[in-house]
């Protein structure tokens, strides 16, 4: 059963840049066949697919971030990350990573974290 | 892009009954790539349904997913308490978007 946690401040400053890093166990994100995601939710609103990648060297973005998002492996720590920059208050949610079969169909998810964008 | 349109935007139910949440797609989602996720409050969101009708391992046999093209359906057969939440529908056939969420609450 694939665990997965994110980690990384929970301020940010606009136009400075997010980083966050999803923590997998239960599983090596180099040997499974699965879509690794990012979604966040800002505070009371819906779901919005932020990017994806499949182990194999493809990456997926939405077209609305995809000037500002950098998605990324490191194998040797059985993590990914997400960059966001140029942030603004709009980018304040919460932030989720999540895997599964699909792109955003995702089986398991971590807790999420709150991201507040301000001065 | 396509858009995600879910109605109603709240059902008010008790439990024992039928809800039926709708789904309906801009354009038409090839080869039924919609999924169906419960959200309840401060928790991330589960799978219900992939593919259309697809239920995931785990989920109990009262929810179902039918529909195609670009009208979708996901029906709870009998409402259980624990089955108070929100839902999402998402389509990912093109770059994936989610519906703005159907919230069911006890009437």
């Known amino acids: 059963q694939l665990q997965l946690q994110e980690s990384g401040p929970g301020l940010v400053k606009p136009s400075e840049t997010l980083s966050l890093t999803c923590s997998v166990s239960?599983?090596?994100?180099?040997?499974?066949?699965?879509?690794w995601d990012w979604i966040r939710q800002p505070p009371g609103k819906g779901l919005e697919w932020i990017g994806s990648?499949?182990?194999?060297?493809?990456?997926y973005y939405n077209s609305s971030l995809k000037s500002r998002v950098t998605i990324s492996v490191d194998t040797s720590k059985n993590q990914f990350s997400l960059k966001l920059s140029s942030v603004t208050a709009a980018d304040t949610a919460v932030y989720y990573c999540?895997?599964?079969?699909?792109?955003?169909?995702?089986?398991?998810w971590g807790h999420g974290t709150l991201v507040t964008v301000s001065s | 892009e396509i858009v995600l349109t879910q109605s109603p935007g709240t059902l008010s139910l008790s439990p024992g009954e039928r809800a039926t949440l709708s789904c309906r797609a801009s354009?038409?989602?090839?080869?039924?790539?919609l999924a169906w996720y419960q959200q309840k409050p401060g928790q991330a969101p589960r799978l219900l349904i992939y593919?259309?009708?697809i239920r995931v391992i785990g989920i109990p046999d009262r929810f179902s997913g039918s529909g195609s093209g670009t009208d979708f359906t996901l029906t709870i057969s009998r409402l259980e308490p624990e089955d108070f939440a929100v839902y999402y529908c998402?389509?990912?056939?093109?770059?994936?978007?989610f519906g703005l969420g159907a919230k069911l609450e006890v009437k």
């Open positions: 593919g259309a009708s």
């Open positions: 999540a895997v599964g079969g699909g792109i955003a169909v995702s089986h398991s």
């Open positions: 239960g599983g090596s994100i180099s040997s499974s066949n699965y879509y």
């Open positions: 354009q038409s989602v090839t080869n039924n790539f």
């Open positions: 998402l389509q990912y056939a093109d770059s994936p978007t």
């Open positions: 990648f499949y182990y194999g060297g493809s990456t």
